[in-house]
């Protein structure tokens, strides 16, 4: 009985390790989000085009060589986001996130057209 006990206060304890740990990581994503709103936009926009050029392939509309040259294309797009913060001291400036969004939005023109 006494394992018993030590064995479920260990299995809650670890319980509430993995949920402050998950609360801790959400601040530090909400942090980067506030100090980098510029390349938080580009990043959603290409996280969103990723799931639209999949569900583009499940619904039949592309093809898996289309989809491929697509994810080519939205990471050579991050790939030029990251060089260009890494020049800014991790951030990119408002013409960056212009020229960026120009791409992402030629991109786009391409996913269930």
Do not use: C, Y
């Not at 990251?82 to 120009?102: D, F, P």
């Amino acid at each position: 009985m006494f394992a018993k006990k030590i064995l479920g206060s260990v299995a809650v304890a670890a319980f509430a390790a993995s949920l402050a740990g998950g609360a801790m990581a959400g601040d530090k994503d909400s942090r980067w989000e506030r100090n980098h709103p510029r390349r938080e936009q580009v990043n959603d926009r290409l996280t969103n085009q990723n799931r639209r050029i999949h569900q583009e392939v499940k619904e039949g509309e592309l093809t898996h060589g289309q989809a491929a040259a697509l994810h080519n294309k939205d990471r050579q797009i991050r790939q030029e986001e990251r060089m260009m913060a890494s020049q800014n001291g991790g951030h990119i400036t408002r013409q960056e996130q212009r020229t960026l969004n120009q791409q992402e939005n030629a991109v786009s023109r391409q996913i269930g057209h």
